[in-house]
């Protein structure tokens, strides 16, 4: 049983933040100044990509309940556009980047519209199934550049001023992105409109005959999550510089899964330190090739068998409080 929740701290509260939930988030924010001062801050932007693309996909399986598997083509065609957009129409990264969520909006709207309409295992494979015809289509289009990608996408300057090119630059950019999208779902799940969608993850029958337009509010919910999932791959696009194929394929749905579970589905910081421990897994064990694989496999297993709440959750538990 959970400890009664106390009000956040430094009137955090208003963001929805408990007690507990805001000491975490002074946490994180302390790391996020300090971190670029200490680590590479290249490795700290993907991380961050990571983040965000795991808390918007967490803001559908864990407050709505509806796992996707077709998450990848949000991110990765929120990616390709952004690139293509800042390359060729010469836009700034904020211009950028805001195409790359709005190319995931136009998907999660004609996506959800469609893969809503069923649930369980039927909506899963829905979602998969559509992010295949995505791939296809990438693999095929003139603009994405096939096999090879869009390559030399130039970092230009935030509002024509600022040049990204150096890269403390563009980390304080991708932070100040992943801070507002982690906080905009933090909101949003602790909004009449998220205790909707709680309700609907609970029971929604009753939630039904209580006169919610369930299907209205799920189809909100996976708009929103797309449209995070392509503004955190248009980010990671103009990180490197490249947008291929490897971030619309279906293993990196399964990696977002991967995230969200570690770090613990319906937790407010669960995905963060899921992506934290996934990326910084991949960095580090690089060397050994596809043998990765195998290792997150192994992880996958033993978090569902020892951690079910994931490594936020299990710590929440243990400490009565709900972060």
Known sequence: MLAPEAPGLLGLSGLGFNRAQSIAFLVMLAALLVGPFLLYPVFLMKLLCFALFACAFNLLIGYVGLLSFGHAMFFGMGGYVAAHAAKVWGLTPELAILAGGVVGAGLGVVAGWIAIRRQGIYFAMITLALAQMVYFFCLQAPFTGGE????????????????LSRDMSLYWVVAAVFLAGFLLINRIVHSPFGQVLTAIRENEPRATSLGYRTDDYKLVAFTLSATLAGIAGGTKALLFGIATLTDVYWAMSGEVVLMTLVGGLGTVFGPVVG???????????????????????????????AFRAGVVGELGRVLKVRL
């Open 275 to 305: 992506a934290a421990v996934i990326v910084t897994m991949q960095n580090y064990l690089a060397e050994f090739g596809a043998w990765v694989t195998v290792i997150q496999g192994v992880i996958f297993v033993a978090c569902v068998l």
């Open 148 to 163: 090879d990608g869009i390559q030399r996408v130039p970092r230009g300057a935030l509002l024509g001023v600022v040049d």
